[in-house]
T-cell receptor, first 105, second 111 residues
């Protein structure tokens, strides 16, 4: 069946550094979504990418959708303590395993 | 004015009991879902309803029975609870290009 894989599972980041989380699907996706779940909270929708090669930015967050529409990435620059949480990608109702981000001040 | 509200927030119960979780959305969305999040934070779809009709049932044990009395409500009834049912259950709705709107979750603990 269709799978959505996400790496890394954990990301420990020094405050101010950049990091990237990657998402890969076993099948071509019509779109991909990204969510953020704060500790103890629920997933919150961040963005949806639809077009091949699409790049979208939200302040320090940059989202990319691959040319083949099978992979995506989320890049965060100058990490802040407010970025703590788990970031999920999702496609065709399937969620990746998430990348849990912790920040060292 | 919560968009997707589910109750209860916490549920502690003994093995073998039957329990229900309720979900309501006021967004006017046609499609609602139940997701299960395990201790490793993995989110797995359980059911999806579109305008009261079941459209997805992801090989969930038949001890789990969803019910949608109208498109704004999707409840989840669980019979004969087992230890492995312990998890956080999220209700969600979706409309347009704005992704899922999740409820705050129900943390179910079976003892």
């Amino acid at each position: 069946g269709q799978q959505v894989m996400q790496i890394p599972q954990y990301q420990h980041v020094q405050e101010g550094e950049d990091f990237t989380t990657y998402c890969n699907s076993s099948t071509t996706l019509s779109n991909i979504q990204w969510y953020k779940q704060r500790p103890g909270g629920h997933p919150v929708f961040l963005i949806q990418l639809v077009k091949s090669g699409e790049v979208k930015k939200q302040k320090r967050l940059t989202f990319q959708f691959g040319e083949a529409k099978k992979n995506s990435s989320l890049h965060i620059t100058a990490t802040q303590t407010t970025d703590v949480g788990t970031y999920f990608c999702a496609g065709h109702r399937r969620f990746g395993a998430g990348t849990t981000v912790t920040v060292r001040a | 004015d919560t968009a997707v509200s589910q109750t209860p927030k916490y549920l502690v119960t003994q093995m073998g009991n039957d329990k229900s979780i309720k979900c309501e959305q006021n967004l006017g969305h046609d499609t609602m879902y139940w997701y299960k999040q395990d201790s490793k934070k993995f989110l797995k779809i359980m059911f999806s309803y579109n305008n009261k009709e079941l459209i997805i049932n992801e090989t969930v044990p038949n001890r789990f029975s969803p019910k949608s009395p109208d498109k704004a409500h999707l409840n989840l009834h669980i019979n004969s609870l087992e230890l492995g049912d312990s998890a956080v259950y999220f209700c969600a709705s979706m409309g347009g290009d704005y992704g899922y709107t999740f409820g705050s979750g129900t943390r179910l603990t079976v003892v």
